[in-house]
């Protein structure tokens, strides 16, 4: 039979044990197989390339369709190709395996009376290669367009979906191993690459029908009609699948390159697998590590895996090669579990002082400071606030740095507080914003010099809390300096360009901080929704309050509200820089911190005491949206900001307000 018979009941019986045999065909041990062909890493470059090759020479006073072009170069885009994540599956799906090349009901042959079967036939295409690439085929057949279902007289297989296929596979091919939340990332690739190769031997058929070399013309010709239609179907499904990609960012495309969604969905696989997974232990050693001012183990293992497969600085473009508006997607990712960045080197205040130094630091300063934050070796801090004046007002800093007679050294004078990450043990350097004259122009009197942590005279004279804690191993210390000595070749770019360098560093940095935040707000809500479904009160599920029902809604709302607004502005800071962004960083600095307080807030309602407690997680979040509306600046210094570009636009003449 060329696809399953009988009832509903009976087909699906059918197709799960063909699933069934495929993945025992898939457990064969290649060493029982001398002779049949040799392991390879390549398996889907080389497929596409001899079966778009194929393609190409079966033309026959034919120009390739533009559906098989795109299918044809899309795949031929190794960005495209999936990467095997031997972990993600506990090693139990292999990466090499025998792959029968053609496994489809046609080939089956099932036993007189049972739905078991008993033999595979036609074995021409068989060769060692990547398993999915039968999953795929097999799951091909549930994407047939109509035309190819009426040539074949096939029937809808509405019994079965793409779901409940990987699943039945997955289950079949880890036994024991196989865990509820597991599925197989980027499957539509094994299901357009079988439609390419299906396209492929289709062409050949209609090619030598048309030469006269077929067994049966007729036949041959109408199945060459089938190339365009599949084609076409694979080319929607890819095309689906993107655009789903782009509306989990708000359904707007920002025109994610292929580059980046291949990096996404490593990212994603190395998150659930190393950051989701380790989260409890993470916490255990948070107590009896990170609350020592100590080193967490587990983050320094990860970082090394993080270096290994390539998701490291992926803030810094330079490095990475991803826009703003890319990276942000991978920073909201991130802020669900606020420990996970510096496991991708993608930490602040590291991230900023990287920046400042990547785009400003000379050759000296680059190799002595930047390039050990690139490995991870170290980290850093930056200096600004100050305890007896309104730092908000950066005009009003007194922190002073003056450059001594003989021009070799610059003296810092002065005292920091809430200097976020001063207190962790590999805190090697720090940024100080402070006067190098107090008789230039108001924005030209701050510099920025860079001090090394252990130079006399920098002494971290206390830490500083935050709700009652002390954000261990990290912490927000205060910081004296007393006459310290630093070289001039430290100060970074020239005096009096403190201001200059402040802002290029808070735009990027700013969207980290609320993609972030947007993060953070999604795995509060999550919690939320969790929570209320299993909770009851007064006869039924908490989830079917009304009441609640519009706290959810309205926590959603105002996410993806914000995800747009902040995404908005990355795409401005790529396509017109951040002076022409100015309104919208300070819009994103506003609205998603407080978006965030709100939504933590309600999901804390809503589980109660238990919402109280840092068991649940919320409390922590709660702080850090908190504690966002005052980093890098005051809700109402950015409010001013909004203020003043809005009232320009009906100004002829800009005013002092």
């Excluded at 949206?625 to 600046?633: E, Q, T």
């Amino acid at each position: 039979m060329n696809q399953p018979e009988g009832s509903p009941a009976e087909k699906l019986e059918q197709y799960e044990e063909a699933i069934r045999v495929l993945a025992a065909l898939h457990k064969v041990p290649l060493t029982s197989l001398k002779g049949f062909g040799s392991v390879q890493s390549s398996y889907y470059p080389r497929q596409i390339h001899t079966w778009s090759k194929q393609y190409q020479l079966s033309l026959v006073g034919q120009d390739a369709n533009p559906e098989m072009q795109y299918l044809i170069e899309w795949l031929q885009d190794k960005d495209n190709i999936p990467t095997h994540n031997a972990q993600l599956f506990h090693d139990k799906l292999p990466e090499a395996s025998v792959v029968h090349g053609d496994f489809k009901f046609d080939n089956l042959i099932f036993h007189p009376t049972e739905n078991r079967i008993l033999a595979i036939i036609d074995w021409e295409l068989s060769t060692i290669g990547h398993p999915l690439a039968d999953v795929g085929y097999l799951g091909m057949f549930l994407h047939l367009p109509p035309q190819m279902k009426t040539i074949l007289k096939a029937d809808d297989m509405d019994f079965m979906n793409e779901k409940e296929l990987t699943t039945l596979y997955l289950k079949d091919i880890m036994e024991t191993h196989y865990e509820n939340h597991m599925t197989i990332p980027m499957f539509y690739f094994y299901i357009v690459f079988s439609m390419l190769r299906l396209c492929s031997i289709m062409q050949g058929v209609y090619a030598r029908s048309v030469k006269g070399n077929a067994s049966n013309q007729q036949r041959g010709k109408l199945i060459g009609t089938m190339v365009q239609p599949l084609a076409k179907q694979a080319v929607t499904i890819i095309k689906k699948e993107e655009k789903a990609e782009d509306a989990k960012h708000g359904g707007i495309s920002f025109k994610f390159s292929n580059r980046f969604r291949s990096l996404k969905r490593r990212f994603e696989a190395f998150f659930k697998e190393h950051i989701v997974a380790n989260d409890a232990e993470f916490e255990n050693q948070y107590e009896s590590h990170g609350k020592k001012w100590r080193v967490i183990p587990l983050i320094e293992s990860l970082k090394k895996k993080a270096k290994e497969e390539g998701l490291w600085n992926l803030f810094l473009p330079s490095v990475s090669g991803l826009k703003n508006v890319e990276y942000a997607v991978l920073a909201e990712i991130m802020g669900r579990y606020p420990w996970s960045p510096e496991v991708f080197n993608c930490n602040a205040p590291d991230t900023g002082n990287m920046e400042i130094l990547e785009r400003f630091g000379t050759a000296e300063q680059k190799k002595a400071y930047l390039e050990p934050l690139l490995l991870g070796d170290i980290r850093s801090c930056f200096s600004m606030t100050e305890p007896a004046v309104a730092s908000s007002d950066a005009l009003n800093i007194r922190c002073s740095i003056t450059q001594t007679s003989d021009g070799k050294f610059y003296i810092v004078n002065g005292r920091k507080h809430y200097i976020t990450g001063a207190g962790h043990p590999n805190c090697a350097f720090t940024i100080v914003m402070g006067k190098t004259s107090t008789k230039r122009s108001p924005h030209r009197q701050q510099s920025m010099v860079i001090v090394p942590m252990n130079a006399p005279g920098l002494n971290v004279v206390r830490p500083l809390d935050v709700f009652g804690t002390f954000d261990e191993p990290y912490g927000h210390c205060e910081i004296l300096f007393d006459n310290v000595k630093v070289p001039s070749s430290n100060l970074l770019l020239g005096e009096g360009r403190g201001f200059e360098m402040a802002q290029a560093r808070l735009g990027p940095g700013r969207i980290h901080h609320c993609m972030r935040a947007i993060g953070m707000s999604e795995r509060a809500l999550t919690l939320g929704c969790q929570r209320v479904l299993k909770r009851k009160a007064f006869g039924d599920v908490l989830a079917k309050n009304p009441a609640v029902q519009q706290v959810l809604a309205y926590s959603r709302i105002e996410i993806n509200q914000a995800r747009l607004l902040v995404l908005k502005t990355a795409y401005l800071i790529d396509t017109h820089g951040v002076s022409k962004a100015r309104s919208e960083v300070a819009e994103i600095k506003v609205a998603i911190p407080q978006m965030a307080q709100r939504v933590i807030d309600r999901m804390m309602q809503l589980h109660g005491a238990y919402g109280l407690s840092t068991h649940s997680g919320l409390p922590q979040m709660f702080m850090g949206a908190r504690s966002l509306r005052l980093a890098d600046g005051p809700d109402e210094v950015h409010l001013r900001t909004v203020a003043r570009v809005e009232l320009a636009k009906y100004m002829r003449k800009r005013s002092k307000l």
